[in-house]
């Protein structure tokens, strides 16, 4: 590893801007997938397929197998961030745009900081909470596009309040696996909580009768599936559980904010639409308040799980 004045060097900020970006392609390919098939089948079929190689990796470095006890924390990660979220997520795309979503997930942030400074007892600092505030505010003038109209009278519909819910799903899975993380390796917390989301989705996989409502000869489809299965799944989680690991719950959720950000940047540059000043003026607040939030110190609060 890289050292920088005897330290090792943090690669932290970079490899969580990565994941988000790879988060924010998950918006477009779950639209597209969600006209193809059932959020159960979507769910399923996503996670089964990135077990199948993890599998393999798991066995070949001889992880030890979870005790019955370490299991029910794994349940509630497989149920909570994995299976509750992801259906969610997928059927929220049935009822409203991708952008929409992507600005709903910016509530993350909130969530898991004010569950961590409950529940594990990371402190929820003043720079943090201004940092989360603004980043907060750039998502919201993204939303609005400006318009003070637009931002008063905009009710959450059906679709944003099911995403509402996978949010808040999300974030008890983020405060819980730093629990996990404190005994076990992100690979194994990745694992367990990916094995048993799949298993718990494999009843709404059966009930949605895939053989015949999914659409298996669409290759956008299955691109998306893959990329979902490849990037979103499998690279962007693992980067998570390692920051989460190095960082603490509140430092890592504050880039769910760049999620829209990025959402903003792949509609340039997959549907070629125009970017509006609104759009870069909220881009500007969104980076500042991801930047002001690095600069919090972890201190010894949020090293440890009281």
């Known amino acids: 590893m890289e050292r920088n004045n005897g330290k090792p060097r943090d690669y932290s900020t970079p490899l969580m801007l990565l994941a988000c970006l790879f988060f924010a392609g998950s918006f477009f390919w779950g639209k597209v997938g969600i006209d193809n098939a059932g959020p159960g089948s979507l769910t399923f079929i996503r996670f089964f397929l990135c077990l199948i190689p993890m599998t393999f990796f798991y066995i ?15 349940v509630l990660l497989g149920l909570t961030g994995v299976f509750a979220y992801h259906y969610l997520f997928f059927l929220s795309l049935r009822y409203t745009s991708a952008a929409s979503s992507a600005i709903i997930t910016a509530m993350n942030p909130l969530i898991s900081s004010v569950l961590a400074s409950i529940w594990v007892r990371e402190s929820l600092s003043a720079k943090r909470c201004v940092a989360l505030l603004i980043a907060f505010s750039g998502i919201i003038l993204s939303a609005s596009g400006g318009n003070l109209d637009v931002l008063l009278g905009m009710d959450l519909n059906k679709g944003e309040m099911i995403m509402f819910s996978g949010v808040c799903s999300m974030a008890v899975y983020v405060v819980t696996s730093k629990h996990a ?6 690979y194994e917390v990745l694992f367990w909580s990916y094995a048993w989301g799949t298993l718990i989705a494999l009843p709404f996989f059966i009930a949605e009768n895939p053989i015949q409502s999914f659409a298996w000869q669409s290759k956008p489809l299955w691109f998306g599936m893959l990329y979902m299965t490849v990037f ?3 690279a962007a989680h693992f980067i998570k559980q390692i920051v989460i690991q190095k960082r603490g719950v ?8 760049t999620v829209p950000l990025f959402t903003v940047l792949l ?4 549907f070629r639409q125009r970017v509006e000043t609104v759009n ?6 969104i980076a500042t308040g991801v930047w002001l939030n690095t600069t919090v110190k972890v201190n010894s609060t949020e090293e440890n799980i009281q």
């Open 280 to 285: 870069i003026c909220a881009m500007i607040l």
């Open 267 to 270: 509609s340039v540059i997959v």
């Open 250 to 257: 509140a430092w890592m959720s504050s880039f769910i904010n």
């Open 232 to 234: 979103s799944t499998f």
């Open 60 to 74: 070949r470095k001889g992880y030890p197998m979870p005790t019955p006890k370490e299991h029910v924390s794994y």
């Open 181 to 186: 993380l404190v005994r076990h390796s992100p």
